[in-house]
């Protein structure tokens, strides 16, 4: 299985600061077709899970450009550019590559 | 609109089964893989199950393959999800999500509000 690993796992931030989160896999997450799928997602204290990026850097639709992917292979990094009080919650990488799909351990982000 | 309802939890004594529903609206089912995702109280995401859009592709994750069944009724728009030999551990939220195309898997780019299953006696 494509183990991911995410750190840290909390995140204290200060408002209109900047944030990273590191999501690293056990494999490359390259898929046959070229692509790399590996997604990021919030989810809110009290509410289901919502996409934020796909296929690394892809923003969805809604999402504030506040919020960007980068990394390639093994290597994944979500940013935050100025944290709002919105933002609190835990952030989640995913890789869709593999069989079995795989979550990340989760990183709570909260303000200082 | 994409709408996933997620309905069927309740409370179920070990050894018990369970059908879970997903009610889908807002696009063309069919054309749509389908998966579900269960969080268990106070922990992280972890994958269950998915269904290819013609419902003829299955997978499941290690811990539910052999007693959890996923199906779908695209006369429906209908996703479900069997879940039999209930386990403790099996307590969790679980949640319906749509894919990103027919056959295209590990996208997730919608989800259902969740629905709590809870395994006690």
């Known amino acids: 299985d494509a183990v991911m690993t995410q750190s840290p796992l909390s995140l204290p931030v200060t408002l209109g600061q900047p944030a990273s989160i590191s999501c690293t896999s056990s494999?490359?997450?390259?898929?046959?077709?070229?692509?790399?799928?590996l997604n990021w997602f919030q989810q809110r204290p009290g509410q289901s899970p919502r996409r934020l990026i796909h296929?690394?850097?892809n923003r969805d639709s809604g999402v504030p450009d506040r919020f960007s992917g980068s990394g390639s292979g093994t290597d994944f990094t979500l940013k935050i550019s100025r944290v709002e009080a919105e933002d609190v919650g835990v952030y989640y990488c995913?890789?869709?590559?593999?069989?079995?799909?795989?979550f990340g351990q989760g990183t709570r982000l909260e303000i200082k | 609109e994409v709408q996933l309802l997620e309905s069927g939890g309740v409370l179920v004594q070990p050894g018990g089964s369970l059908r879970l529903s997903c009610a889908a609206s807002?696009?063309?089912?069919?054309?749509?893989?389908m998966g579900w995702v269960r969080q268990a109280p106070g922990k992280g995401l972890e994958w269950v199950s998915d269904?290819?859009?013609?419902?003829?592709?299955?997978y499941y994750a290690d811990s539910v393959k052999g007693r959890f069944t996923i199906s779908r009724d695209n006369s429906k728009n209908t996703l479900y999800l069997q879940m039999n030999s209930l386990r403790a551990e099996d307590t969790a939220v679980y949640y319906c999500?749509?894919?990103?195309?027919?056959?295209?898997?590990?996208?997730?780019?919608?989800w259902g509000q969740g629905t709590l299953v809870t395994v006690s006696s």
């Open positions: 999500a749509r894919e990103g195309g027919s056959q295209s898997y590990g996208h997730f780019d919608y």
């Open positions: 807002g696009f063309t089912f069919s054309s749509y893989a």
């Open positions: 269904i290819s859009g013609s419902g003829g592709k299955t």
């Open positions: 494999q490359s997450l390259v898929f046959s077709d070229g692509n790399t799928y």
């Open positions: 296929k690394v850097s």
């Open positions: 995913m890789q869709g590559t593999h069989w079995p799909l795989t």
